[in-house]
């Protein structure tokens, strides 16, 4: 099993682009997630989805879009980059116990 | 939203060395769970707690669930220099998820 994996490992955009941040999983997690971590922070909630077609926010969803159209797949789209999104996104998934969560190697984006 | 505070923030410790490090919330946790991440990497769980009071050692790591519901300790022993990364508690309110603001860990060989 591959886990989570996560694409691209290394983005910069320039204020206004938009990109999508791809997530797959191949562990049939019902429980998908993702995170923004800051410098020096800890992690913070951006979507969570608990099944196909079902995305939920989290603690700091603004500026983002999620979709969940496979148990695999959980993509995130930023539409508008802005300096502030400048962060490690995560990726993670879990089965229950829902809190046990598997993560990826994380995807370092820069906007400028 | 929760927020998780984690003490110390910082350690430099030398090799052999055991290591107590904590964290807090305002509000009660029916679960309380450690990560460890190592830089440029993503965060793995280390132990999962599920209810108060539960002690729950995972080799050299030993947590524990705090009474109260609002707080949980971390005890590495025997520190060895790949201890070294940020360790993060963490807990789950719904389905939502918060992480504590990390303890870096330095082991000095």
């Known amino acids: 099993n591959a886990g989570v994996t996560q694409t691209p490992k290394f983005r910069i955009l320039k204020i206004g682009q938009s990109m999508t941040l791809q997530c797959t999983q191949d562990m049939n997690h019902n429980y998908m997630y993702w995170y923004r971590q800051d410098p020096g922070m800890g992690l913070k909630l951006i979507y969570y989805?608990?099944?196909?077609?079902?995305?939920d926010k989290g603690e700091v969803p603004n500026g983002y879009n999620v979709s969940r159209s496979t148990t695999e797949d959980f993509p995130l789209r930023l539409e508008l980059a802005a300096p502030s999104q400048t962060s490690v996104y995560f990726c993670a998934s879990s089965y229950p116990p829902i809190y046990e969560q598997y993560f990826g190697p994380g995807t370092r984006l820069t906007v400028t | 939203g929760q927020q998780l505070n984690q003490s110390p923030q910082s350690m430099f410790i030398q090799e052999g060395e055991d290591v107590s490090m904590n964290c807090t919330s305002s509000?009660?946790?029916?679960?309380w769970l450690w990560y460890k991440q190592d830089p440029g990497e993503g965060p793995v769980l280390l132990i999962a707690?599920?209810?108060?009071?539960e002690l729950t050692s995972n080799g050299r790591l030993t947590a524990q669930f705090g009474i109260t519901r609002k707080d949980s300790f971390l005890n590495i022993s025997a520190s060895i220099p790949s201890d070294v990364g940020i360790y993060f508690c963490?807990?789950?309110?719904?389905?939502?998820?918060?992480f504590g603001t990390g303890t870096s860990l330095t082991v000095i060989p």
């Open positions: 963490a807990g789950p309110t719904g389905n939502q998820f918060y």
């Open positions: 707690l599920y209810k108060a009071g």
């Open positions: 989805s608990v099944g196909a077609g079902i995305t």
């Open positions: 509000s009660i946790f029916n679960t």
